[in-house]
């Protein structure tokens, strides 16, 4: 899958599960700039993610997914080019 | 100010003071004394004194312009006063003050003084006796030091921290040592970012682990600068990551030496030129690995910071005495060319586990190091002052 | 919400969000949804349990934070696969109660905290005080017994509603008996406290007047024969409060509760009478595909 595909597809998973726009997700998002975004939406986040591209997160991988780059990062480094 | 010891038995001052209409008005503004005695002509004319008579007060607090002016003067404490009011003072009346020292207790810093107040007509219309200490002269007062020196030597300060730190302290007035080992092209670079700044510096190239090399760039930056005032231990290698499975000890030890050794011997250096002066600022620069969990493919790097922070520790009892304060500067992790290597993913991680959300610039760094290095920190010596962001908070 | 802030609360908060980033988030939740009565009573807690000990905060902070992201990823796994990771007894023992080092450091410091950082384990708390405090107050019980007393929490919320109420605390785990002798000791409780590191029995003369038993069930391999060995120990008409834990995978859990009857079921094949009854989910689901644990509450009587 190619970055922006992917770059794309988690925008959207978080604009459903953090119920803002997509306009609202800069590149800086993170827990901090999403006032909805807590340890609760966080992990429906996660597992929507895992669902979505078919990926597992390990435990330690999870707690670390704060912001969308750190996000694309662990996405980018789980699915296949 | 003058010493109790200058005081002589006999000793007079003396003023003279017309009192007038304005003196009543104002008196009774500050007090709020007004008796129609003082303030009422018409009264004061059908009373017992057949007139306004002005306040005892007002014609006493000239004893207090006396002591305070001059004798003793600047320094003293009024402790008690007697008084006796013999004659009434009318307007107008031109009164003579005086006052006489009858007994000095130099132990105490005590004056006695014998006051009297005369009017025009040579009639005593006050007499009393007054303690005044007085006080010793402020310790600072007249301690205001010397300029000092304004060299300061930066290890390692072709880029990163150091270029920074060199750059900060210049602008700050300091005569920056620019230290080098092998990028003649950065060092010169920084000198001339400071000069286009006006500041002033200098690149001096010296491998920090040879005595002989520190010794002659010692000697160097003295003559260039005019005399030394402080030194920044900053120079570090590149980190090397090694598991602990494949690390020899004299990996250890090399980095050790490398940092802490270096500190050592420019520190020992520097020191008779501070010494001789008795005064002198040396920062040495550690490292976040020496407060929390360090990254275990550091080991060298790690312990090589823990010592820097030791070396602090232990120098400030001993430093101290002569005038000389040495702190530590602990960043954390700083944008610089020494993370190049830290995967993008730890940078970010590290930003979030941060409360202030961002990496340390070198410029942060720089800041406090000047800060520390400055006279606003002259009573602060065996500090860590850490510049992470907050990171170290739990 | 800083409006609202107490120090020591804020000094949780703070530590809490330099910690653990992901749980940054839960106290200004906590307040946003329950207010300034919320704020004073964990102040007054902490400030009790705590006194000036920062350290302690922060360990105990840390283990909060450990036991919750444990939790949240134990619950994502429930989720996919509905199964707990099961312990037996004996597993559970070893693992967790005998765990000096994990029950001090991490395991009860983090059941005292989440009584207010859990949205559902306080609104469990306030329920207990509407709901079962009123009943001893009505039987005017003068004993109760505590079993599983865990952090000595809800002993200590009894013997500070109840003035004159006597208690006894059974629990096999020496971690849980330090705790709470240490939590009662603090809030100037312990004179009218008993600790007995054993199984319950019948310590008073024709049984004690009221019981509690929080969150025991779901950790036993039979709820059935606790209960009755329960029964034998109160008296015919003792008012009882009792709660499970349903969909809550942790790691010491043994009894898979998935629904209220099934409790319910159990407490009366065992000689109590349901009174009230509630159930405090931690977060609302959405979709059949999620799962979030639940407290269910029941106050009971002997009958």
């Known amino acids: 899958m190619d970055t922006i595909t992917i770059h794309n597809t988690i925008i959207e998973v978080m604009a459903a599960i953090l119920d803002v726009s997509r306009d609202q997700i800069g590149d800086d998002a993170s827990m901090d700039t999403i006032k909805a975004w807590d340890s609760l939406k966080h992990m429906k986040l996660v597992m929507t993610l895992e669902q979505e591209f078919g990926i597992e997160f390990d435990d330690q991988e999870v707690v670390d997914l704060l912001s969308l780059r750190l996000i694309e990062l662990a996405v980018r480094a789980k699915v296949p080019a | ?394 | 919400m800083s409006d609202l802030i107490t120090p020591r609360v804020a000094a949780v908060s703070a530590a809490l969000a330099a910690r653990f980033p992901l749980l940054r988030k839960t106290v200004g939740a906590r307040v946003d949804e329950f207010g300034p009565a919320w704020v004073e009573r964990f102040e007054r807690e902490i400030e009790v349990y705590f006194g000036s000990d920062q350290a302690a905060v922060e360990r105990t902070v840390e283990g909060y934070g450990q036991f919750s992201i444990e939790a949240m990823m134990l619950q994502k796994r429930f989720t996919k696969t509905l199964s707990y990771a099961a312990m037996s007894y004996e597993e559970a023992v070893a693992e967790v109660y005998g765990n000096m080092d994990y029950m001090l450091g991490t395991y009860l410091p983090a059941l005292l905290l989440s009584h207010y950082l859990w949205p559902h384990h306080y609104r469990q708390l306030l329920w207990v005080h509407d709901h079962f405090v009123p009943e001893l107050r009505a039987v005017k019980a003068a004993t109760f017994c505590d079993v599983g007393i865990g952090t000595g929490f809800y002993s200590k919320e009894i013997l500070a509603a109840v003035p004159g109420i006597r208690g006894w605390g059974y629990d096999i785990s020496d971690a849980s008996i330090l705790h709470t002798g240490r939590l009662l000791d603090r809030w100037g409780l312990s004179e009218r406290y008993t600790l007995c590191r054993r199984e319950v029995a019948a310590e008073v003369e024709g049984g004690f007047d009221a019981f509690v038993s929080v969150e025991l069930l779901e950790h036993l391999e039979s709820p059935p024969d606790f209960l009755a060995a329960l029964r034998a120990s109160v008296r015919v008409g003792a008012p009882g409060l009792i709660t499970a834990a349903l969909d809550a995978p942790n790691r010491d859990h043994i009894y898979l509760y998935r629904d209220m009857e099934t409790v319910a079921a159990q407490l009366r094949g065992a000689g109590f009478a349901v009174v009230a009854e509630a159930n405090f989910p931690a977060y609302i689901i959405q979709s059949n595909q999620e799962t979030a644990p639940q407290a269910a509450c029941f106050v009971v009587r002997a009958v």
């Open chain 2, 1 to 394: 100010m003058r010493d109790i010891k200058e005081f002589a038995v006999g000793e007079k001052a003396r003023l003279s003071h017309l009192i007038t209409l304005e003196d009543t008005r104002r008196f009774v503004e500050l007090t709020g004394d007004d008796n129609p005695l003082h303030v009422d002509r018409e009264w004061a004319e059908r009373s017992a004194m057949k007139g306004i008579v002005t306040h005892g007060m007002l014609s006493a607090s000239f004893l207090s312009t006396i002591i305070g002016k001059n004798l003793p003067g600047p320094g003293a404490l009024w402790v008690s006063q007697n008084i006796e009011f013999l004659a009434p003072v009318r307007l107008n009346d031109k009164l003579e003050i005086e006052a006489e020292i009858v007994e000095i207790h130099v132990r105490q810093r005590l004056l006695k003084l014998r006051c009297q107040i005369t009017n025009q007509r040579g009639r005593q219309v006050l007499t009393g006796e007054c303690l005044v200490k007085l006080l010793a002269k402020p310790a600072t007062a007249e301690a205001a030091p010397a300029a000092p020196p304004r060299g300061i030597i930066v290890t390692g300060a072709s880029r990163g921290i150091g270029a920074a730190i060199a750059r900060k302290l210049a602008a700050d007035g300091a005569a920056v040592i620019v230290n080098y080992r092998r990028d003649a092209e950065a060092a010169a670079s920084v000198c001339r970012q400071i000069a286009d700044a006006g500041g002033q510096a200098w690149a001096i190239r010296a491998d920090i682990t040879d005595r002989a090399q520190v010794a002659a760039m010692v000697e160097e930056a003295q003559a260039r600068a005019g005399g030394l005032y402080g030194l920044v231990n900053n120079a570090s290698e590149p980190i090397a990551e090694r598991d602990f499975a494949a690390l020899e000890w004299d990996e250890v030890m090399a980095e050790f030496q490398s940092q802490v050794g270096s500190a050592f011997g420019c520190i020992k250096a520097i020191l008779p030129h501070l010494q001789a002066r008795k005064q002198g600022a040396i920062v040495n620069i550690g490292s976040i690995v020496a407060d929390q969990a360090p990254p275990p493919t550091w080991i060298p790097y790690n312990i090589a910071k823990a010592g820097m922070h030791a070396l602090t520790r232990n120098l400030a009892e001993v430093l101290g005495p002569g005038g000389i304060r040495i702190n530590t500067v602990s960043p954390g992790m700083t944008d610089t060319a020494l993370i190049a290597d830290v995967p993008e993913k730890v940078r970010l991680l590290t930003q979030m586990h941060t409360p202030l959300r961002r990496l340390g610039s070198p410029e942060d760094v720089a800041g406090v190091v000047a800060f520390l290095m400055s006279e606003a920190a002259r009573h602060v010596t065996g500090e860590t002052l850490r510049v992470n962001g907050g990171k170290t908070l739990l």
